[in-house]
């Protein structure tokens, strides 16, 4: 009947889901304000020599039960709830006062770069670019020292706002770099257009080159266009030395990788400034 019908409009599983999505947004929120966040960083190193040449940061959770929690874990709410525009903002002064405290401490800082993750999200918000230039004053840090990593996927969407917000990104001295490069199917006339510095390759094409009978074609088409574009190339993923060898032999500049570091905190960072090699 119709009494019936109508309580099915509760239906305790949905509203649990409902409940869950507000409590989970609360907790990321609650996060968020005692800055239970902090940034790791993954050297990126110079392929010949496996010198140092920047760093990635990548955020964690350090949550008070769930222990260290990886982007996995909440990134994908906090782009459902938009959350991610005030943690990317956490994210990227935080990897600039981390910057400028390496220039402090150690002359070798003034050669980094250090790349900072852009989500869709957090581009398309109205006070981006206002943003990003009010961070790079207030820490001081030299805007070419820092490179923002945004998708292919964002640059397959429109055009010429697009265009017009990355141009006024590198009119603050910032560069760009394209991440996870490759899984879209931007066409190289179609990248021209878009102002980009950097190529990041993306693991899957790394993983090829070892995988079934050693096939490396798909990554040298990769490195090929980011050389035809005359893009620096940094290939992701990158966990043995075969793989390492072989994107040398494609004439791929630079690299990312467990071979040479997992993401770690900033004293590690600190070490190999200090010295150390990665
Ligand atoms: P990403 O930007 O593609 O970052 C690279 C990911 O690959 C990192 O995972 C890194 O730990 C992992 N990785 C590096 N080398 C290797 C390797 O040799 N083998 C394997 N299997 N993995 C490797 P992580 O830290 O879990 O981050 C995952 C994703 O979360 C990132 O992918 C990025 O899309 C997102 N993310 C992380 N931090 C931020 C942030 O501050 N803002 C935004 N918007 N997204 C972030
Ligand atoms: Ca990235
Ligand atoms: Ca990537
Ligand atoms: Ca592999």
Known sequence: GDGRDRYAL?????????????????????????????????????????????????????????GMLGPGAFIPLAESTGLIVPLGRW???QACEQLAAWRTEFDTASG????????ARQFQHEGLVEEVAGILRETGVDPHQIVLEITESLLMQD?????????????????????????????LSYLKRFPV???????????????????????????????????????????????????????CEYGQGYLFAKPGAAS???????????
């Open 10 to 66: 509760f239906d305790p599983a949905m509203y649990a889901d409902i409940l869950r999505e507000a409590e989970e947004r609360a907790e990321l929120e609650r996060a968020l304000a005692l800055e239970e966040f902090v940034v790791h960083y993954q050297p990126i190193v110079d392929l010949p020599t496996s010198r140092l040449i920047g760093v990635e940061a990548l955020v964690r959770w350090e949550h008070p039960v769930r």
């Open 91 to 93: 994210v990227l002064r």
């Open 112 to 119: 980094i770069r250090v790349n900072v993750n852009l989500s």
């Open 159 to 187: 055009t010429e706002s697009t265009i017009d917000t990355l141009g006024r990104l590198k009119a603050l001295g910032v560069r760009l770099a394209i991440d996870d490069f490759g899984t879209g199917y931007s066409s």
């Open 197 to 251: 510095d950097i190529l990041k390759i993306d693991r899957s094409f790394v993983d090829d080159i070892d995988t079934v009978d050693g096939d490396a074609t798909l990554a040298e088409a990769v490195v090929q266009l980011g050389r035809a574009l005359q893009l620096q190339t940094v290939a992701e993923g990158i966990e043995t030395a075969e793989q390492w060898s072989t994107l040398q032999d494609l004439g």
């Open 268 to 278: 590690e960072i600190s070490s190999i400034l200090g010295g150390a090699r990665v």
